[in-house]
């Protein structure tokens, strides 16, 4: 059974830093690329992050761009996301996902409803003082 558990959400404070995980069963992580979206409340889904399958390649659009990254451990079979320098509009519940093909693609953090094919169910990130 193909399956994405995050976890790593919770209350944070403005400028803080959190680690989410996304553990993945029923393929392998390095086989396909993986991303991860957020939607806030009343909001459309957006993405924040791509890593390829081909080479680690990494993609951010310019709103997270140098406060959050993701990597993965391919012996844990789990991809990452780092959040940094943590803003109150970053509040959101926090999804991974696949699409189940081995690169990223710009549509990913274009307006736009979000199809991939296999989704996690979510942990939620809030930034508050």
């Known amino acids: 059974q193909v399956q994405l558990v995050e976890s790593g959400g919770g209350l944070v404070q403005p400028g803080g830093s959190l680690r989410l995980s996304c553990a993945a069963s029923g393929f392998t992580v390095d086989a396909y690329a993986m991303a991860w979206f957020r939607q806030a409340p009343g909001k459309e889904r957006e993405g924040v992050s791509c890593i390829s399958s081909f080479d680690g390649s990494t993609y951010y659009p310019d709103s997270v761009k140098g406060r959050f990254t993701t990597s993965r451990d391919d012996a844990k079979n789990t991809v990452y996301l780092t959040l940094n320098n943590l803003k109150p509009e970053d509040t959101a519940v926090y999804y991974c996902?696949?699409?189940?093909?081995?690169?990223?693609?710009?549509?990913?953090?274009?307006?736009?409803?979000?199809?991939?094919?296999?989704w996690g169910q979510g942990t939620l990130v809030t930034v508050s003082s």
């Open positions: 996902a696949t699409d189940r093909r081995m690169g990223c693609t710009t549509s990913y953090f274009r307006p736009g409803t979000k199809t991939l094919e296999v």
